[in-house]
T-cell receptor, first 116, second 114 residues
Framework: GAVVSQHPSRVICKSGTSVKIECRSL??????MFWYRQFPKQSLMLMAT?????????EQGVEKDKFLINHASLTLSTLTVTSAHPEDSSFYIC????????????FGPGTRLTVL | GQQVMQIPQYQHVQEGEDFTTYCNSS?????IQWYKQRPGGHPVFLIQ?????EVKKQKRLTFQFGEAKKNSSLHITATQTTDVGTYFC??????????????FGKGTLLTVNP
């Protein structure tokens, strides 16, 4: 089956630093990947849609200068949280689809970010 | 826009009891998906329902899509401790384009007392 990996799985950083999270589709190519964030005991909130070779599409209320997304290849999308603050602490999850408009999304294992 | 409301928010059962979570929409859905997220884990796809009145089964899990395609349910028969987790319904419009994204319900957290 389709496998999506994420790295790192957990990161603790100081306020003001930037953190990069990688999302990889291991055994398939993904023209589109999605980035979600999830606060404790809450649902997944879509942050942005990452499109290979073009600019990401951000959801309303998500600062594109704060959450930089790069999708440079068909198997890799990165999310950089710039100048992180404690309120950015959350669980960040990426997902990908096998085909455009495919039936299901395959989620990465998630990255738990803690900003001190 | 369309919104998917999921109830209940929490459900605690004794092992062996049944469990049901519901998703209700104010408007007709093109399709609905169900995911399970174990504590500390990531969502895992369970199933997609597309047809009006559709019923699908996976062992002890039964998924239904209403005749009007405005509601869906997930029923677990004789729960086990391995069923613990949060169950999300999710909707995505057909056809792709600018609305090419999943919208998740708030989820139902199921805990099972052994």
């Amino acid at each position: 089956g389709a496998v999506v990996s994420q790295h790192p799985s957990r990161v603790i950083c100081k306020s003001g630093t930037s953190v990069k999270i990688e999302c990889r589709s291991l055994d398939f190519q993904a023209t589109t990947m999605f980035w979600y964030r999830q606060f404790p005991k809450q649902s997944l909130m879509l942050m942005a849609t990452s499109n290979e070779g073009s600019k990401a599409t951000y959801e309303q209320g998500v600062e594109k200068d704060k959450f930089l997304i790069n999708h440079a290849s068909l198997t890799l999308s990165t999310l950089t949280v710039t100048s992180a603050h404690p309120e950015d602490s959350s669980f960040y999850i990426c997902s990908a689809e096998l085909t455009s408009g495919g039936d299901e999304q395959f989620f990465g294992p998630g990255t738990r970010l803690t900003v001190l | 826009g369309q919104q998917v409301m999921q109830i209940p928010q929490y459900q605690h059962v004794q092992e062996g009891e049944d469990f049901t979570t519901y998703c209700n929409s104010s408007t007709t859905l093109s399709n609905i998906q169900w995911y399970k997220q174990r504590p500390g884990g990531h969502p895992v796809f369970l199933i997609q329902l597309v047809k009006s009145g559709e019923v699908k089964k996976q062992k002890r899990l039964t998924f239904q899509f209403g005749e009007a395609k405005k509601n869906s349910s997930l029923h677990i028969t004789a729960t086990q401790t391995t069923d613990v987790g949060t169950y999300f319904c999710a909707y995505r419009p057909a056809g792709g384009g600018s609305n090419y994204k999943l919208t998740f319900g708030k989820g139902t957290l199921l805990t099972v007392n052994p």
